[in-house]
């Protein structure tokens, strides 16, 4: 497969030339690459664009799902719904993703900097943009691996009004409901989310003790949204947003009393509260050639965790209640200069402090950094888009990073070449630094130094038949030091672990895809990543990251009011840590099947329904924790204007 791409790469112009014809659409655009709206066929970098119709047609609930088909991406939930879920962006560390939702950074400081993807509902997401490589040069610190952004839609137009109601097997139900609209100088969009999941089975038959019975995970999770704006002058506009999260998970963990350890007779109950708020002031001026973006962001982490008391007869203390909680205050600038029709310059700084409040620490952090970019056209089929950044942590001093991605179209052939060289540098966490686990023998690692990464990939994309069909592929590759791992902690005891450099890892792969819109309602992708992340010390390699990974997708408007969907995913073989921690395994490779429909009855009134699982696999993912067999919901949607 790999020499094959690697042909494709080489033979695309030759071949293009013959067969290729102009592409039919306007290219969609994303701003995450760039930090400015850019399209999508100018950007040099790697981004992946999931709008709300792809998210309406395969009924994604959750962002795992939403993230599951991505090329280059690792999605690994460890139990139901609501389980804390972790993305591998090109084999990095969970906590190299910078996570933005409406402008706002989520990741948690108390989570070691990972945002746990499993708290995401996609209910009112516009869009998610998922650019990968590292991205240290545009967003600081936390992007070594990449970005991926959420974004909810601006409220426009006449009120509108929409509602939805499902249920399904597993006791899931989910309810939402949002207005949205603007009246003269105002913009409004609230949403409200409610998903229940009574009933996820996830503990495997095998793991259990004789007589015991599997309990199923269980999670209510309720997301309040809101954004406001308005027009102060036609130059002058605030905006405004909140998201809160208020979500109750409850699973079934390990019983650690016992020489063998087993799943828990009794669940772990697990509360956890989230608050997002940003305030922001756009101002332009200079005829529209010069604009400003200042804004304030706020986020707050509150995890409270109550294991059972599983003493096993042992007479032994039951464990204490475990409370993380975090929270993170910012400010940032950002400009914009058109120089010419052709040469932007994008800029800006930013300043950041995240505290955690632990009950067996309380450490803080204060970081900074100033950022400049260079976009342009020298020609008119090539785009450049540079960038640089300087930051700088009150405890690990200064760091320059740096980017170049061109993008280059042939005219002739259609054919678009896309590349991007850059570094990347991670701070370590705070939690990496101060949190100790002495219960299981884990200690933090004041000593940590900065992980640093360079990062390069290059690829194409062939458009064909009119852009009904294109194909293409990237190679990727990165170069990470002072990756952060597990090891051995000899200072603490024989058997103890702590934080450690481990000096080196490197991932790189191919990314390629193939997409074919036969007719105007059928449309059909094809996505492949081929993945090698190895520690380059002992050359084992990386947990949780396959080697493979194939994932098709479907959407056909098979009538005027009748629409299907339908998704597969292949995951290869991969190394994992049993369900108890104790020794790593090899993981098995799976592959899942979901289909959709929905149909517009008419009067605002769409009727919708899933099937998950279709062909009842049943499989482990992460090893240790099984996955549901056949599900399926069915719902009602309305929506109307007054």
Not at 523 to 547: E, F, H, N, S, V
């Amino acid at each position: 497969m790999l020499r094959f791409l690697l042909f494709a790469a080489s033979a695309a112009p030759a071949f293009a030339f013959a067969q290729a014809a102009p592409p039919s659409s306007v290219s969609p655009v994303v701003v995450t690459a760039t930090r400015i709206p850019t399209p999508l066929d100018k950007v040099g970098s790697a981004i992946t664009l999931i709008d709300a119709r792809q998210i309406a047609v395969h009924q994604w609930r959750t962002l795992p799902e939403a993230l599951a088909a991505t090329p280059g991406l690792n999605v690994v939930q460890t139990g139901g719904p609501g389980g804390l879920t972790s993305v591998f962006i090109r084999g990095a560390n969970s906590n190299h993703t910078e996570v933005i939702i409406d402008g706002i950074d989520v990741t948690d400081p108390s989570q070691n900097g990972a945002y746990d993807f499993g708290q995401g509902l996609t209910a009112g997401a516009a869009r998610i943009e998922v650019l990968r490589g590292p991205q240290s040069s545009l967003y600081g610190a936390d992007a070594l691996g990449g970005v991926i952004a959420v974004v909810t839609p601006e409220g426009e137009g006449r009120p509108a009004f929409a509602a939805s109601l499902e249920a399904g097997t597993f006791a899931t139900t989910e309810e939402t409901a949002s207005v949205s609209g603007s009246a003269g100088r105002a913009r409004f969009a609230l949403g409200l989310a409610h998903l229940r999941v009574g009933d996820s089975p996830t503990t495997p038959a095998r793991l259990l003790a004789p007589g015991e019975t599997a309990i199923g995970d269980r999670l209510d999770n309720t997301t309040l949204t809101a954004k406001l704006g308005f027009d102060l002058t036609p130059a002058v506009s605030l905006r405004g947003s909140l998201r809160y999260v208020d979500s109750h998970y409850r699973s079934t963990g390990e019983n650690y009393d016992l020489a063998q350890p087993i799943p828990d007779a009794a669940q772990t109950s697990q509360w956890e509260r989230q608050f997002f708020a940003r305030l922001e002031a756009s101002v332009v001026t200079d005829e529209e050639r010069f604009d400003n973006r200042f804004g304030l962001n706020f986020a707050r982490f509150d995890t409270r965790i109550e294991a059972p008391d599983d003493g096993a007869g042992l007479g032994l203390p039951p464990p204490a209640p475990i409370h993380d909680a975090a929270q993170r205050l910012g400010a940032d600038w950002q400009g914009r200069f058109d120089l010419t029709k052709n040469e932007i310059l994008v800029f800006g700084a930013d300043v950041v402090g995240e505290r955690l409040y632990d009950v067996a620490a309380a450490a803080s952090e204060t970081r900074g950094g100033a950022f400049i970019e260079w976009q342009a056209r020298p020609l008119p089929a090539l785009s450049v888009a540079a960038s640089l950044r300087v930051d700088d942590d009150a405890r690990y001093g200064a760091a320059l990073t740096w980017r170049v991605a061109p993008a280059w179209r042939i005219a002739a052939t259609h054919t678009l070449f896309k590349a991007s060289i850059g570094t990347g540098f991670k701070t370590p966490t705070l939690a990496e630094q101060f949190i100790d686990f002495p219960e299981f023998g884990f200690f933090a690692n004041p000593a940590l130094k900065p992980e640093r990464s360079l990062g390069y990939d290059l690829g194409f994309e062939q458009p064909l038949i009119s852009g009904r069909l294109s194909f293409g592929a990237t190679r990727f590759h990165n170069a990470i030091t002072n990756l952060i791992e597990p090891g051995p902690d000899p200072a603490a005891g024989p058997f103890a672990e702590t934080w450690l450099n481990i000096g080196k890892a490197t991932t790189y792969g191919v990314e390629s895809f193939i997409a074919a819109r036969p007719t105007q309602s059928l449309g059909l992708r094809a996505d492949y990543t081929w993945l090698i992340a190895r520690d380059d010390l002992t050359g084992a390699a990386l947990l949780r990251r396959p080697k493979t990974k194939v994932s098709l997708t479907a959407d056909w408007q098979a009538t005027r009011r009748l629409r299907l969907g339908a998704s597969l995913i292949r995951v290869g073989a991969w190394r994992d840590f049993d369900r108890s921690g104790s020794f790593v395994t090899p993981g098995e490779p799976f592959t899942t099947v979901d289909v959709s429909a929905d149909y517009d009855v008419g009067h605002g009134l769409t009727l919708f329904g899933k099937v998950t699982n279709l062909f009842d696999r049943r499989y482990e993912s992460p090893v240790g924790f099984a996955k549901p067999g056949i599900g399926a919901v069915i719902g009602v949607r309305a929506a109307w204007r007054p």
